[in-house]
């Protein structure tokens, strides 16, 4: 997605089309990069594709495309100066099954989303029925909060993250979400909690910092794949679930202890509650 520096502020373009009784139109909305102050981001979007990545134009504050059916949903483009908060997307996060059905596909809805890497970021973003892919690699996210829902979502960190993020919330929808290239993230702490979909957490080959993962789940499950010089300790209470372990263990009353712990330079703690879901702890890459 490219928008020309002339679609500063806000400007729209617009393409209405009509669907089976839906109103199709499109919205192209830029602002020009006044400062770099941290800024809080919420991005919202109920059904299609939703795809967020950092800007190229080191002129921008953001960039986005919106492809959305104006028959049942509202779109939101809103920048507050003063209270450096931005928001993009929907106003109605949950639609019906109808609409959800109808708007996926290439004919559907849609929304990209492009932040530059130069402002540090709180980000909340919420999927409802949307299938997500984002890319946070070389951004400055602070804190990160996802919400999934009836489709699966996908959040990587391909490249470092340029600030220490201190707090991940992961709220699990039906549909998952899986998370690649977490030891880039920066992150120290990571909380998820799920009732239904499972969650993947992938630190890929290098961890920078200590990891805490505060995991509760109900029938979903947590996967986390994690480098081969790094200490992984697991607390929890699985009552009818497992704890799959991938790598070597030793264990002492409620905790177990992956082989290397005294060792490693750097550590990941999970500390999980599951009803009937399965925690994994594996190697990257495997």
């Not at 996926?104 to 540090?120: C, D, H, I, Q, T």
């Not at 919420?126 to 400055?140: F, N, R």
């Not at 549909?175 to 957490?201: D, P, R, T």
């Not at 497992?242 to 202890?257: H, L, N, P, S």
């Amino acid at each position: 997605m490219r928008l020309t520096t002339s679609l500063l502020a806000a400007a729209a373009f617009l393409a209405p089309l009509a669907l089976h009784g839906q109103q199709w139109r499109t919205i192209e909305s830029a602002r020009q990069l006044g400062d770099s102050q941290p800024l809080k981001v919420s991005l919202t979007y109920a059904a299609g594709k939703l795809e967020v990545a950092p800007s190229e134009d080191q002129g921008l504050l953001y960039q986005m495309r919106i492809r959305y059916d104006e028959q049942s949903m509202d779109a939101v483009h809103e920048y507050d100066a003063s209270q450096h908060r931005l928001q993009l997307g929907l106003d109605k996060a949950n639609v019906g099954w109808k609409t959800l059905r109808t708007a996926k596909g290439e004919r559907g809805g849609s929304m990209s989303v492009e932040l530059s890497p130069a402002v540090p970021l709180d980000l909340d973003v919420s999927v409802g029925g949307a299938e997500a892919t984002l890319e946070l690699g070389g951004l400055k996210v602070r804190s990160l909060k996802m919400q999934g829902g009836m489709a699966g979502a996908n959040v990587s960190f391909d490249a470092p993250n340029r600030v220490q993020m201190e707090r991940m919330t992961i709220e699990v929808g039906m549909g998952g979400i899986a998370l690649s290239g977490l030891g880039n993230a920066n992150v120290g702490e990571i909380a998820v909690h799920g009732a239904l979909g499972g969650v993947e957490l992938d630190f890929g080959d290098n961890v920078t910092r200590d990891v805490k993962i505060d995991a509760a789940f109900a029938l979903g499950g947590l996967q986390v794949a994690v480098p081969s010089d790094v200490g992984v300790m697991f607390q929890g209470n699985l009552k009818a679930a497992k704890f799959d372990r991938r790598i070597a263990f030793t264990r002492m009353g409620d905790t177990w202890y992956s082989m290397n712990w005294k060792d490693a330079s750097r550590h990941i703690t999970i500390v999980g509650s599951s009803t009937l879901s399965s925690v994994s702890v594996q190697l990257s890459g495997r």
